[in-house]
């Protein structure tokens, strides 16, 4: 079996979401995004699909780059191939980015899971078919009605626990919003989402990523006291030994690193540095599923859980094939957004919740997407 093509379909979507000067999602009028599908082609007919944001997959860096690397190869070398992609980053002048090695790597997944009609999370080697979920909420806005005070948020969170959910994670107010970041009112948040929901629901703060060491323990002293789980990206992650600095004088679980790069290689480092409490990963975070396994094993060997980072299908499945992960995220959930309405280009939810907060594994080959490929070849863009 042989690979013989990578290819990508750029497609347009409408969407409510738009996504702010620092790239956080917020809701606002039905606008049409693009949106691409990766599909890698063998000699007998086998296909993978992976979505991805259009630029992750260009075609600079599927000629120069992907197709050098899988064109001619067995698709069921992922780990060969996921290494030799990894190897060409250093040269690629940062051009081969982790996010393009997940995608690839999730493609080859679907693919290996399609050829041999299993679920990916069965191929894998699965713990749990259905996974408790968060809800996870949008950065706060100024819209009135949405997220505008500590008052909104309590009131979304009430809404969130009546659809079944049993834990939440707010992200607060930041730039742009006029007056962000405030770590006082980033407490005063996470007090109405306590006072709304009571003790027994598991609450988790996102915050601004670039607080101070001074600010980022203010904040998470406060947290303690309104009995939190885990305090997320106070700091940039660039710093490994403030996150070292912030876990030492805290209580209360710091988790991490997201957005930091370095893959699972780095997050061997913050575990070592005693940066985290719990460790984190994300499909596309560390450059696909393989990876990402790779991070909560490590996690397990020190007794660590490891949180995955983000929703959809690739993110699910790491979530269920893993004892050491507790929740998946759903999200990113705002009072003007109905999330269960899904997307246009799959004819079901890849996370569907049921009403006691639990997402359910799709038992359909590969990633398990329920992908409309109707609405995708109607809609192309060239
Ligand atoms: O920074 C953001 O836009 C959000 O925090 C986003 O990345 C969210 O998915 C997250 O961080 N979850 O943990
Ligand atoms: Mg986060």
Redesign the pocket.
């Known amino acids: 079996m042989k690979i013989t093509d990578v290819s990508v379909r750029r497609f347009g979507h409408t969407t409510h979401r738009h996504a702010d000067s620092a790239?956080?999602?917020h809701p606002g009028p039905a606008h049409k995004v693009e949106l691409a599908l990766l599909t890698i082609a063998t000699d007998d007919g086998s296909e993978g699909h992976c979505f991805s944001p259009v630029e992750i997959v260009r075609p600079h860096v599927i000629d120069k780059f992907v197709k050098k690397v899988l064109l001619g190869q067995d698709p069921f070398d992922r780990e060969r191939l996921w290494q030799d992609l990894a190897h060409w980053q250093r040269g690629s002048a940062a051009q081969l980015t982790d996010r393009t090695l997940a995608i690839i790597d999730c493609a080859l997944w679907d693919l290996a899971g399609r050829k041999l009609g299993i679920p990916v999370h069965k191929l894998i080697g699965s713990y749990r078919d259905k996974v408790p979920a968060y809800g996870?909420i949008m950065?706060g806005d100024e819209l009135e009605g949405g997220l505008a005070t500590p008052e909104d948020y309590g009131r979304f969170a009430e809404t969130l626990v009546k659809r079944g959910y049993k834990g939440i994670?707010l992200?607060t107010w930041m730039p742009p919003v006029s007056w962000a970041p405030d770590v006082k009112m980033d407490i005063k948040a996470c007090a109405a989402v306590r006072e709304a929901v009571g003790p027994d629901i598991h609450l988790m703060l996102?915050a601004f990523?670039w607080y101070s060491r001074t600010e980022a323990l203010e904040l998470g002293r406060g947290l303690e006291k309104l009995g939190f789980a885990w305090i997320?990206?106070a700091m940039d992650e660039q710093s490994t030994a403030s996150y070292t600095w912030l876990a030492e004088n805290l209580d209360i679980p710091v988790l991490g690193p997201?957005s930091a790069g370095g893959k699972h290689y780095n997050r061997a480092e913050w575990i070592t540095s005693k940066a985290c409490d719990i460790l984190r990963t994300g499909v596309h975070d560390v450059g696909g599923i393989s990876p990402a396994l790779k991070t909560m094993h490590l996690a397990e060997s020190f007794g660590m859980n490891c949180e995955v980072?983000?929703n959809g299908a690739p993110n699910l499945i790491i979530t269920a094939v893993s004892k050491n992960v507790r929740w998946y995220?759903r999200?990113?959930l705002h009072p003007f957004l109905e999330y269960d309405d899904g997307f246009e280009y799959l004819n079901t939810l890849a996370d569907p919740m049921d009403e006691n907060g639990f997402v359910h594994l799709s038992d359909k080959p590969g990633l398990g997407e329920d992908i409309n490929f109707d609405f995708i070849n109607d809609n192309l863009v060239d």
């Open positions: 790239g956080h999602a996870s950065c994670k992200h996102d990523h997320e990206e997201e980072h983000g995220e999200g990113l």
